[in-house]
């Protein structure tokens, strides 16, 4: 499923002493492709998250559009969206996210839960085959090394066969192996005809991205050329 974003800006007004406007996305228009792993780098501040969440629906934009194959699902209305996230996209949240009660099987099977579906035990299996889990099934979240969880959070994304993933600095905290790890794992994703965008300031990305943008002060460009010094 392709994504078009479309004149996209994101403000906010910033209470303190005095009210003022913050513009966390500046005015951008951006296509983010089925079957590639788009990167969007940036430093803390910078309004990649920001962007993220728009183009993920979880916040509205200020001006704009993003469509999903021509639909825009900023038309929709609160639980035609909810339904349409839940059916559509996987998310891929910074930081810890696994419940410590459930063990990796019953976090895996959440979202899927959530939404009323069964998956059959073989793709079960194959998910956490593919993130290299099927060891692990029975242990719970405390029992589970940085890079394990980070991969039951992608196990989690996958589990509804969304057609986008979104990942929220997918790889921060993690040593250099778990890291290559994790975006080889989005890319093997992406080339399954998976839309993958991995917000990130990690440079090592730029080595499994078919797409590279940079954010800076709300500013969104894409580059050209892969190359590790971009972040």
Do not use: C, W
């Given at each position: 499923m392709?994504?078009?974003?479309?004149?996209?800006s994101k403000?906010?007004?910033?209470k303190g002493r005095?009210?003022r406007?913050?513009?966390?996305?500046?005015?951008?228009s951006?296509?983010?492709?089925?079957?590639?792993?788009?990167?969007?780098f940036g430093?803390?501040?910078?309004g990649?998250?920001?962007?993220l969440?728009?183009?993920s629906?979880?916040?509205?934009?200020t001006?704009?559009?993003v469509?999903?194959?021509?639909?825009?699902i900023f038309?929709?209305?609160?639980?035609?969206?909810?339904?349409?996230?839940?059916?559509?996209?996987?998310?891929?949240?910074?930081g810890?996210?696994?419940?410590?009660?459930?063990?990796?099987?019953?976090?895996l099977?959440?979202?899927?839960?959530?939404?009323?579906?069964?998956?059959?035990d073989?793709?079960?299996?194959?998910?956490?085959?593919?993130v290299?889990?099927?060891?692990?099934k029975?242990?719970?979240?405390?029992?589970?090394?940085?890079?394990?969880?980070?991969?039951?959070?992608?196990?989690r994304?996958?589990v509804?066969k969304?057609?986008?993933?979104?990942?929220?600095?997918p790889?921060?905290?993690?040593?250099?192996?778990?890291?290559q790890?994790?975006?080889?794992?989005?890319?093997?994703?992406?080339?399954q005809?998976t839309?993958?965008?991995?917000v990130t300031?990690?440079s090592?990305?730029?080595?499994f991205?078919?797409?590279?943008?940079?954010?800076?002060?709300?500013?969104?460009?894409?580059?050209?050329?892969?190359?590790?010094?971009?972040?």
């Amino acid at each position: 499923m392709n994504i078009i974003a479309e004149n996209i800006s994101k403000s906010y007004i910033k209470k303190g002493r005095k009210k003022r406007q913050v513009t966390a996305v500046k005015t951008t228009s951006a296509e983010f492709d089925s079957g590639k792993l788009t990167v969007i780098f940036g430093r803390s501040g910078s309004g990649k998250t920001t962007l993220l969440n728009i183009l993920s629906g979880l916040i509205k934009p200020t001006s704009g559009s993003v469509k999903y194959e021509n639909k825009d699902i900023f038309t929709l209305n609160d639980g035609e969206l909810s339904k349409f996230r839940a059916e559509n996209i996987g998310y891929i949240p910074q930081g810890q996210s696994s419940l410590g009660a459930l063990t990796v099987l019953e976090n895996l099977l959440l979202p899927a839960a959530l939404i009323g579906k069964i998956i059959p035990d073989n793709e079960v299996e194959e998910i956490l085959k593919t993130v290299g889990l099927e060891n692990l099934k029975d242990a719970y979240p405390n029992e589970l090394s940085g890079g394990e969880l980070r991969r039951l959070a992608i196990a989690r994304a996958l589990v509804n066969k969304p057609s986008v993933i979104f990942a929220d600095e997918p790889t921060n905290d993690l040593d250099d192996e778990n890291t290559q790890m994790i975006f080889e794992l989005l890319k093997k994703t992406a080339e399954q005809g998976t839309a993958v965008i991995a917000v990130t300031h990690d440079s090592t990305a730029a080595d499994f991205a078919h797409k590279i943008y940079r954010m800076d002060a709300g500013v969104l460009t894409k580059q050209e050329g892969i190359k590790r010094e971009i972040a």
